[in-house]
Structures are given as structure tokens and as C-alpha cells.
């Protein structure tokens, strides 16, 4: 279809799109974003949540005008499969860091394992690892650690919504528990295998973790790096707001409104948080709100 009279959107790149990645261990997240910039052949690259080195699984990545998206996207809940090794804590709640304390876990039960998970199911208090991406006077708590000054953190609401034991393993004095977490962004698994650690009295850290969903994202859309070095694989811009978004189908006038960053009369119907404004021929013009009866853009992404 071609595009309404008067309104010439900039053209959106095909490169422009999320990109869902299978991130590999031994990575940061700058990392792969590193990669991906690459590949994708520009540095308007960047990722909606970051993962830990050790950590592997779903990192959703925004390529292009795709990087405004993401802030916007709803990835509050996460989902992980991870191991907790009982007997042992580390000064980075996983098996990155220096073994610190422990006791033996041989003799712990299940249905003990089972019991302490239930006050970290729920709306909880977390206090975060003192090696952690959290921001203590504009300096990473991992920084003060690493300068021998490991800062003492607050703790945070943050929800879990499913904490759950799958299997176990026993080795000597050690006892390594495989579990699956639903959670609320901002939660560190590492947390909760220090907690699970320290309420049954003998350390605890994480020794695999892998993020098997972020938002609406899952494993069966990821791609590892080496498939996507063979093929980029995005998902288009304008079908990751479609996907993301409540839409509202605007006329060529609106559309050259809202790309010039004007307001429109009247709500978006959609109710209550962003909808994706879509022109005649289908361009994603912006993310848009309603405020006392006005849609406003919050985001533009095609403009004159």
C-alpha cells in the first residue's frame, strides 16, 4: 500500500528490529551486544536486562530505532532454571567467587530445602550481592567489592512468583539442588541461593543459571551467536511494537502529526499505558499515550 499523501516517514532500516539471543557463558552482556553491533553493521545496538557472565539464555537485544523500544517493553517477569550448590558461600553468590564460609549439607533434607524456600517465595525484601550492577552513590557496587570495599546494600522489594525444587544431586559434603524461578525484574537468583544457604545454616551459591524467558520472550525464539553469524535473524520493528503494544490505526494527517511529535484529539482507545500508532501503509510512526484526552507520543520513531 503506499504511503498517505503528506506523510514521508523516514525509512526504516532492515536492521532495525529486536533480536533475541541464546547468550552464551564466559559473556557479559556488553559482549554480545559488541557482537551484535558487528553484525548488524552499526553501534545502535543495545539489550533489555542484563545477564551475568556465567549466566546463559534469553537477552533480548534492540537493533537500530529498535533501541527506544526497549526501555518501553514489559520484561518484568523473568523466568530461570538454575543449580544452588548447598555447603558452600561465595563472595559473589556463585561459582565465579571465592569460597567464604560453609557447613556441611549431606544430612539436609528435602522437605528442609523445601520449608526455607517458602519465605523467599512472594513479595520479599532482597538485599542484593555486594558484587552487583547496583548503583551505590553513582559507583557500581561490583567496583567497590573489587577496590576491597564492598558496600552494604539495602534491601529491595522484588516478587518471586514460583520458587521450586526439580531434582538434587549429593556429593560428599555438598548438596546441589536444581530449581526453577518466576520472578520480577531486579531479583538476583544469586540472592536467593545465598538465602536458601543461610537459612539452613550452611552457605549456598549458584553454580549454573539460565534465563529461559524475559517478558513475552522464550528459549524457542532465541538464536546463539553462531546462528546468528549465519543469519541475523530481527524481528521487525514494527511487529515487536504490534506484538509488545495495544495498536491504534491512524490516518495520514494523525500520522504526519504524531511524526512531527504534535498531539491528537481524543484518547487512543486503548486504555491505560502505551499503544503503537501505525500509519496507513503500516510504518510504526510512534508509542503513544492518552492524557486527559489527548494522545501524546511518548516515543517517535518516524519522522518527515
Known amino acids: 500500500m503506499a504511503p498517505a499523501p503528506g506523510v514521508e516517514p523516514r525509512p526504516v532500516s ?5 533480536v ?5 557463558g564466559g559473556m557479559t552482556s556488553h559482549d554480545v551486544v559488541a557482537r551484535l553491533r558487528r553484525l548488524a553493521g552499526t553501534r545502535r545496538v543495545g539489550h533489555g536486562g542484563t545477564l551475568d557472565p556465567m549466566a546463559t539464555g534469553v537477552l533480548v537485544a534492540g537493533v537500530g530505532k529498535a533501541t527506544r523500544l526497549l526501555g518501553h517493553l514489559t520484561l518484568a517477569e523473568k523466568e530461570y532454571l538454575a543449580t544452588i550448590r548447598l555447603g558452600q558461600a561465595t563472595n559473589t553468590c556463585d561459582a565465579e567467587g571465592e569460597i567464604v564460609s560453609g557447613a556441611p549439607a549431606g544430612a539436609v533434607t528435602l522437605d528442609a530445602v523445601r520449608a526455607a524456600m517458602v519465605p523467599l517465595t512472594g513479595e520479599i525484601q532482597q538485599v542484593p550481592p555486594a558484587v552487583s550492577a547496583v548503583k551505590v552513590a553513582g559507583t ?8 576491597g570495599a564492598a558496600p552494604v ?5 522484588v516478587t518471586v512468583r514460583s520458587f521450586r525444587l526439580l531434582s538434587e544431586r549429593r556429593a560428599g559434603d555438598l548438596l546441589d539442588v536444581d530449581v526453577a ?5 531486579g531479583t538476583y537468583i544469586r540472592a536467593l541461593a545465598r538465602d536458601l544457604g ?3 545454616g550452611v552457605g549456598g551459591h549458584v553454580t549454573v543459571l539460565r534465563r529461559t524467558r524475559a517478558g513475552s520472550y522464550d528459549l524457542t525464539m532465541a538464536r ?3 546462528q546468528l553469524e549465519a543469519e541475523l535473524s530481527l524481528i521487525p520493528l514494527a511487529q515487536a511494537a504490534a506484538d509488545a503494544f495495544p495498536s491504534r490505526q491512524l490516518t495520514g494527517d494523525e500520522a504526519e502529526r504524531l511524526a512531527h511529535g504534535g498531539r491528537l484529539a481524543g484518547g487512543t482507545g486503548a486504555g491505560p499505558g502505551p499503544a503503537a500508532a501505525f500509519a496507513p501503509d503500516g510504518t510504526l510512526i510512534a508509542l503513544v499515550e492518552e492524557k486527559d484526552g489527548h494522545t501524546l507520543p511518548v516515543v517517535v520513531f518516524a519522522a518527515r
Open 20 to 24: 533475541i539471543v541464546d547468550k552464551p
Open 153 to 157: 546494600l539495602a534491601p529491595r522489594p
Open 181 to 185: 524461578v518466576t520472578c520480577s525484574s
Open 140 to 147: 557500581r557496587a561490583y567496583r567497590l567489592a573489587r577496590a
Open 224 to 226: 546463539t551467536l553462531d
Open 198 to 200: 543461610e537459612a539452613l
Open 14 to 18: 532492515a536492521a532495525d528490529g529486536l
